[in-house]
């Protein structure tokens, strides 16, 4: 039994039932959040959403809003690793860092904690046709549940789209379009005057149910952590759903009296492309558009027009304590390397939070004793090129099947003792 209870709009408060495909606000254009009844959750929900493991995202069914009685849609999304790296904790001179790899989601990207819950929503309400914009792993994400679920998409690809992600959303069967413009503040523009008979927006905070799927992360690391929150969640940072989700999650869990503490919430992006990080250095609620969005190799977070001015980000980031970074590509391409000597692949996007941490440290935002969790947003098979770049340019050496060459290859590792 959900213990949701209506969608509130951000700027004017009205009210409205979770019965229907409402994207925003119909009286002022806010963007719709999702309201519970905390007070209404049963008393032995955690105990036996702990015995529900093989439910993964949808053991915590009741803090979604997913009407009673409605499908799941569903890949088996959730319950990712939370990765404990003594190591690179080390080498990074942080107290104690955990991975949370969501990297091993279905499609190889955090997206589809979003997409199962948008997804079975939109099939609860009658929803037959929907549309994403997407740089890559969104729209492959919906592509999947959207074949799952027999709905037909249409996946409007950014221009920076690369081929890997353009072949994963054809393969899952989703109509696909690139969109040749530069300016995402113009593509948002162009979707929001696609008038009444415009199909179910899926795009992140336009579609009101998304980013709550996101709260699954701040549960699932709590109660790995035995029911305690972090000092410290690095996020890549997009259009800033990811952060924004798990920073709900964590205050519903304070809220609950589940944990003592709410993590303080980091953005990453990427410098030649970091409006939310300019708006947190200026103590601004609003993030203009700023930077070039193919300046980078992080194309997952390269969005240069927050929507909506990013409010909601910049107030989760504000009232956790928190702050937001920039890193360059080569600080990405370092950081990638060190999560695979963890045994991790990430795209740049995902490896932007470990990057980050160098500088956080050296400015005191974070200090050298608290615990930390990284999110992977994404797999870095999905950026196979970028994935090339991270390692030595020359290839490996070939070698005959003969044990001499095969036996001196070995001596050239391991040098044999004289
Ligand atoms: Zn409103």
Redesign the pocket.
């Known amino acids: 039994m959900t213990v949701a209870l209506e969608y509130v709009?951000d700027?004017?408060a009205?009210p409205f039932g979770l019965d229907r495909p409402e994207t925003t606000?119909k009286?002022?254009g806010?963007l719709l959040e999702v309201r519970y009844d905390l007070d209404a959750l049963p008393r032995d929900f955690r105990e036996r959403a702990a015995a529900g493991r093989p439910m993964a995202m949808w053991r915590w069914r009741a803090l979604l809003p997913l009407p009673d009685g409605a499908v799941q849609v569903s890949l088996g999304e959730g319950d990712t690793p939370l990765l404990r790296c003594d190591r690179l904790a080390g080498q990074l001179g942080v107290g104690k860092l955990w991975l949370k790899n969501d990297a091993q989601m279905p499609t190889g990207s955090f997206k589809d904690r979003g997409f199962s819950l948008a997804v079975s929503m939109a099939v609860a309400l009658g929803a037959r046709r929907g549309l994403t914009y997407s740089s890559g792993n969104a729209g492959a994400s919906l592509a999947a549940y959207a074949a799952r679920a027999n709905i037909d998409v249409v996946v409007l690809a950014d221009y920076l789209c690369n081929p890997v992600k353009l072949a994963a959303i054809r393969a899952y069967g989703a109509h696909v379009f690139r969109v040749r413009s530069r300016s995402t503040a113009e593509v948002f523009k162009a979707l929001e005057h696609l008038g009444s008979e415009a199909p179910y927006s899926f795009v992140n905070f336009l579609n009101p149910v998304r980013h709550e799927a996101m709260k699954t992360y701040a549960y699932e690391i709590c109660e790995a952590l035995g029911w305690r929150a972090p000092d410290v969640m690095v996020h890549p940072v997009g259009t800033g759903g990811g952060l924004y989700g798990a920073w709900k999650g964590f205050s519903e869990l304070y809220e609950l009296g589940w944990t003592e503490t709410v993590p303080r919430m980091i953005g990453v992006q990427p410098s030649g492309c970091a409006p939310i990080v300019m708006a947190v250095a200026d103590g601004a609620s609003f993030a203009g558009p700023a930077g070039d969005p193919s300046a980078t190799i992080a194309q997952s977070i390269a969005g240069g027009s927050p929507i909506k001015g990013g409010r909601r980000v910049l107030a989760a980031i504000r009232r956790s304590g928190g702050t937001a970074v920039a890193v360059s590509d080569d600080e990405i391409r370092r950081a990638m390397a060190l999560v695979a000597g963890e045994g991790v692949l990430a795209e740049p996007s995902a490896a932007a939070p470990v990057a980050a941490l160098g500088r956080c440290l050296a400015e005191g935002k974070i200090r050298p004793n608290e615990e930390v969790v990284c999110v992977i947003t994404g797999s870095g098979l999905k950026q196979p090129t970028e994935l090339a770049s991270t390692v030595p340019a020359a290839p490996p050496l070939e070698l005959n099947a003969d044990a001499a060459e095969i036996a001196q290859a070995l001596a050239s590792v391991w040098p044999v003792a004289t």
Do not use: L, P, Y
Request: net charge neutral.
């Open positions: 709009c700027d004017c009205r606000c009286a002022c806010g």
